[in-house]
């Protein structure tokens, strides 16, 4: 099963502020319900109630440390390790990592590949994504877009994959 990260940063590698998306792109939102439809699409606890409802067409895995926490129609899971297993014991061929930062942080050394969606301009942003050492990957596919009424920065959407062995899971 491919382990795939789904982002969106700045210029200053910026994710979010105020537990949101510091920014309005329609086009960057289209791509990843069309990239994620059909899989299983993990996420923080954060960045879950951030989104604040189950997202039709995936099976959402929630991360917390809070054995108490529920939400009805996604699946709480107490670990990163507990997420992906789930992902691949249902058969999914590759599973998305949604975020936010602190998941990033901790699925990045066993990411296959990241969709990345770089915002051509500097925000406002109180999060980020993790420092990741450009050598390790190589740029599959890269598609420029500019701003327009509906979508407010301009944006790169590339896909990187890993050139170099990544950390063994498990
Ligand atoms: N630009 C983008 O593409 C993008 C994508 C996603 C999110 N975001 C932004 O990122 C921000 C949220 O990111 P964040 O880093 O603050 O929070 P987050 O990663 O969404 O959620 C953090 C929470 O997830 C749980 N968690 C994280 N790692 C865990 C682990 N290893 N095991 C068990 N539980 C774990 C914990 O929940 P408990 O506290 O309940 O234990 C933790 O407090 C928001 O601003 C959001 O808009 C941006």
Not at 30 to 47: A, P, V, W, Y
């Amino acid at each position: 099963m491919r382990i795939s990260i789904i982002v969106a940063m700045d210029e200053n590698g910026g994710i979010g502020f105020e537990n949101h998306l510091p920014w309005h792109l329609p086009e960057d939102l289209k791509r990843f319900n069309r990239l994620t439809m059909g899989h299983h699409l993990i996420l923080g606890r954060k960045t879950y109630q951030s989104i604040g409802r189950v997202l039709p067409g995936r099976r959402m895995i929630v991360m917390t440390r809070n054995p108490d926490t529920q939400y009805a129609g996604v699946d709480v899971v107490p670990s990163l390790e507990a997420a992906i297993n789930l992902a691949e014991s249902r058969g999914d061929d590759e599973v998305f990592i949604g975020g936010g930062s602190e998941v990033y942080r901790s699925v990045l050394p066993i990411t296959d590949r990241i969709y990345l969606t770089r915002v051509h301009a500097q925000t406002q942003a109180d999060v980020f994504f993790p420092e990741f050492d450009p050598s390790e990957w190589i740029e599959i596919s890269s598609e420029q877009l500019g701003a327009d009424e509906k979508n407010q920065y301009p944006t790169t959407y590339t896909i990187l994959e890993r050139v170099c062995a990544k950390h063994v899971r498990g």
